[in-house]
């Protein structure tokens, strides 16, 4: 009975990136409790009467508010990834790196370098031999021979002598 209340909870509380409760978004109406499946609610009388077509109008017009949901809900998760971008990128400092910079190379746990948790985080120094658009950069060791691939600049940072 437990996991039945967390689940009803998960699915009706209104979630803020989108607007909306997940429960709202696929059925198109708000849950009904049980209680309200035994002892009718004002809502459940009024959707019980009506007739045919009434009732066919009624559904044509609850799909229609469906579809209007689903896209108020997709621009509202827009809005709301546009705040957290915008948040984030203020957070951001931007690192500038020149030819010819001294820097140190990150060593990722997948590499053979790194050797336990004593091991060391960073290699190097490097110099920057080029720097590429969108943050790439091309090293070359201290002896003048050129790597041959690129790193992304969030994997160096500048040597301090």
């Given at each position: 009975?437990?996991?039945?209340?967390?689940?009803?909870?998960?699915?009706?509380?209104?979630?803020?990136?989108?607007?909306?409760?997940?429960?709202?978004?696929?059925?198109?109406?708000?849950?009904?409790?049980?209680?309200?499946?035994?002892?009718?609610?004002?809502?459940?009388?009024?959707?019980?009467?009506?007739?045919?077509?009434?009732?066919?109008?009624?559904?044509?017009?609850?799909?229609?508010l469906i579809d209007e949901n689903?896209?108020?809900?997709?621009?509202?998760?827009?809005?709301?990834?546009?705040?957290?971008?915008?948040?984030?990128?203020?957070?951001?400092?931007?690192?500038?790196?020149?030819?010819?910079?001294?820097?140190?190379?990150?060593?990722?746990?997948?590499?053979?370098?790194?050797?336990?948790?004593?091991?060391?985080?960073?290699?190097?120094?490097?110099?920057?031999?080029?720097?590429?658009?969108?943050?790439?950069?091309?090293?070359?060791?201290?002896?003048?021979?050129?790597?041959?691939?690129?790193?992304?600049?969030?994997?160096?940072?500048?040597?301090?002598?």
């Open positions: 009975m437990r996991s039945y209340h967390m689940l009803y909870s998960v699915r009706t509380i209104i979630r803020t990136s989108i607007g909306a409760t997940p429960y709202m978004l696929v059925y198109g109406s708000e849950a009904v409790i049980l209680v309200e499946v035994e002892i009718p609610s004002l809502r459940i009388i009024q959707e019980v009467g009506l007739d045919d077509a009434k009732w066919i109008r009624s559904r044509h017009e609850h799909l229609m689903k896209m108020d809900a997709v621009c509202h998760g827009q809005l709301y990834q546009n705040r957290m971008t915008k948040a984030f990128n203020k957070k951001v400092k931007p690192r500038q790196f020149t030819p010819r910079q001294l820097v140190l190379k990150k060593i990722f746990p997948h590499q053979g370098e790194a050797k336990g948790k004593f091991a060391l985080n960073w290699q190097g120094p490097y110099m920057v031999h080029r720097v590429l658009s969108r943050g790439a950069i091309i090293l070359s060791k201290m002896n003048g021979k050129v790597s041959t691939k690129p790193i992304n600049s969030d994997a160096i940072k500048k040597y301090y002598i």
